[in-house]
């Protein structure tokens, strides 16, 4: 039985560079990162010493508040830097990888047969538990917390977001038995949401809750998903998983291999050929984007262009990213550009700005802030693209504000800094919504547990 | 070099001294800064800034600003020769009329902008924030709500009191509490009250010439109403606001147009305007039913206006004016949008009752929307709080 959402209210921003549905193979980086800052709100504690060799799936580092937490290495080779920053923070364990790779062996399982106990250190010792995310706070799921119930979002509606039934095509045995493990993990049902035109991929998994999900984006957004399905209360936790993420756990279960492999999208004005490309977490961005990156005051980011970091050519692709972004700098002024009228740009409004006679153009943006920081003016804009049940600028003020009793009270549970990317993008007052929601939640995780 | 290159290595020059908000605030007049979104946020953005949208409010006040200067010279002349009244099309956009205007009008503007923009760059540059696009729509409202012949520098004095009482000790754009406009309006009807209500002071001269042989008339209509005398103008004239009052608040009908702008590209909340209509028509039948129940006479001294039609209450006076460009200030109005529909209410209500029972002074828009400001928060409050409680409903623990 699916149950359909439908959403009204959000924006879809039709961008240039959506990537063709054809995959090259790129050549396997010679060096390879893993950031401890792609894991929010983990302390890592290094194991892995300078000059060390490595296997695929061999601990790299683990989380200092529990040990059960291991973040390994996705491939073979050796430890060549420990990157540090201010107050010897660590930024990146760098790996040069071996010609020939060695993957560590985890021993298949059958995961109809495994207890929920075995799942979950099997997760944890084959580096898989960081996979897992929950909600509140949008970090690791905390082992020790039982979630309610478990959400899987198949459907990608963020701009230019890499095609999931493309990706993932061939790969309903990891899925299943994937999922299948999981499931295991909670009392609750296991929801999963996929697109009004979704293949037999997704709706032919077994012991899933279906849910076919329409409407602008952020519809695809796990946040909208879990906040019309079973929205998050005061001492509750949910836990999320993507699909692609999932296929990685299928995989080890089924082959006892730690795979890191996966389909990225190669995506934006600023790339030659926007396609698909396969890579291994944490590769080399150069690598991955090799001779289809046009690289003139280019801003290349890991991941999508609302909520996905930037990244420099010679950084490395995000641990949980499967789309690489490439789009113009801006960093350039524009006489008059406050007030003339504007036909390249999308807008919300129709200030001047024309988006809204060509709702199915698609735009080349650049990353230009088209006007200066201010405070808070306009009102009632935000909730046109917000469709939680939450009111968005009062949150966000509560969580400038530091209200604890407010943050609780307006829904600082529900939310993750993503679901507040399209209020950040359509800001008149081009405020840091993200940045606001993710301090906010860092504080209320510091002082409410 | 290049004008853009020019400034920008200005800019560098001046970046983190004193003066460098003040000279931002030009730059950034001129060109669209070169500012790129942060690494870790949304890294494209929509098109339009808070100037752009600041820039839409006042290009939808420049009709009633048109209009308003040819309404000083018509109203001055009517008021001389009240033949020019017959054809109004063929005395009202006479060069005569604007020349009136641009005499009396422009430099109301440019006081207003002058003073308020000058306050604004002195606390720009001695708290360090930017100049912000506040005091842009404000400037232009102020000569649009005040009578023609208003002394300029009362004007400049109510416009210091408004800009740093009513904003910036408030912490500036987005932060205040009253709208800036109102309580600079406010300021010059509690100082100088002779100045700003009577039968005299909206018709250019009229003051001057009392007691000499070629005394005019300025009575407003609702002046007229309110000493329960007959009305002289027409209802087409009242809706194209051939008639005297304020500088801008005269056409309802222009003051429409520039609602359908603001509607249109959604700056502007629909939702106030229409709940302002809506209030004061309520309003204006209740009293209309009092006066038609027989409830008050003729003999009373509120009758006049009680008895105007409620549907005429919406025409005269600032209602219009007050419901399209100062209630809907999205800074100092309501920001929920269940919270604007009676924020917006309650100021037609108030502004109506106002109207009627004030016995100084026969109009209450803007006493109106200054008390809802004042409310404002507080229908927030209880909306928000109706999304709380339904959180705390389905919340399983409770906390103490």
Known sequence: MSKDIRIKKGLDIKLVGEAEKNTTTSSLSSVYAVKPEDFHGITPKLVAKEGAKVKAGDTLFYSKSDERILFLSPVSGKVTEVVRGARRKVLAVKIAADTKQVHKDFGTKNVDKLSAEEVKNHLFASGCWPFIKQRPYDIIANPNQAPKAIFISAYASAPLAADLEYTLAGKEAELQAAVTAIAKLTEGKVHLSVGQNASSLFTSLKGVALHKVSGPHPSGNVGTQIAKIDPINKGEVVWILTPQDLVVIGELFLTGKLNMTRTVALTGSQFSTPQYTTAIAGACIADVTAKNLQNNNTRVISGNVLSGKEVKEDGFLGYYDNQITAIPEGDDYEFFGWNKPIFNKISTSRAFTFSWLTPNKKYDLNTNTNGEHRAFVVTGAYEEVFPLDIYPMQLLKAFMYKDLDEMEALGGYEVAPEDFALTEFICVSKQPHQKIIREGLDLMREELG | ?????????????????????????????????????????????????????????????????????????????????????????????????????????????????????????????????????????????????????????????????????????????????????????????????????????????????????????????????????????????????????????????????????????????????????????????????????????????????????????????????GAVFMATDPVTGSQTNKGKWIYGFLIGFFSIMIRVFNPAYPEGVFLAILLMNVFAPTIDHYVVQGNVNKRLKRAKVKTA
């Not at chain 2, 946020?41 to 308003?68: E, Q, W, Y």
């Not at chain 2, 129940?293 to 001294?301: H, L, P």
């Open chain 2, 1 to 321: 070099m290049s004008l853009k290159q020019n400034l920008h290595n200005l800019k560098e020059k001046y970046r983190g001294t004193k003066m460098a908000p003040a000279f931002n605030a030009i730059h950034t007049f001129l060109y669209l800064p070169n500012e790129v979104t942060h690494t870790g946020g949304t890294h494209i953005k929509a098109a339009d800034d808070l100037k752009r949208t600041m820039n839409i409010v006042i290009i939808s006040l420049i009709p009633c600003l048109l209009f308003g200067m040819f309404n000083a010279g018509y109203q001055h002349y009517a008021a001389i020769d009240p033949s020019l009244r017959g054809d109004v099309f063929a005395n009202f956009f006479t060069m005569d009329n604007l020349w009136i205007g641009i005499i009396k009008v422009l430099p109301l503007v440019i006081v207003s902008y002058g003073v308020g923009l000058l306050v604004e760059f002195i606390f720009a540059v001695i708290k360090g924030h930017e100049v912000e696009e506040g005091y842009l729509v404000t400037g232009m409202l102020v000569p649009l709500i005040v009578p023609i012949d208003t002394p300029l520098w009362m004007l400049a004095v109510a416009v210091v009191f408004g800009v740093v009482i009513g904003k910036e000790v408030f912490g500036g754009t987005g932060m205040n509490i009253l709208n800036p406009a109102l309580t600079i309006r406010a300021f010059l009807f509690f100082a100088y009250p002779t100045w700003m209500s009577g039968d005299k002071v909206w018709v250019y001269d009229a003051v001057n010439r009392t007691g000499t042989a070629d005394a005019i008339s300025g009575e407003t209509i609702l002046g007229s109403y309110a000493q329960n005398q007959e009305v002289i103008y027409s209802t087409w004239d009242k809706f194209m606001g051939f008639i005297p009052g304020s500088v801008g608040e005269t056409s309802t009908f222009l003051i429409l147009i520039g609602a359908a702008i603001l509607v249109f590209t959604k700056i502007g909340s629909w939702r106030i305007i229409v709940s302002t209509f809506a209030g004061a028509a309520v309003m204006g039948l209740i009293f209309n039913l009092v006066t038609s129940s027989g409830i008050i006479t003729e003999s009373s001294k509120f009758y006049g206006l009680m008895n105007t039609v409620w549907w005429e209450h919406l025409m005269i006076g600032g209602l219009a004016f």
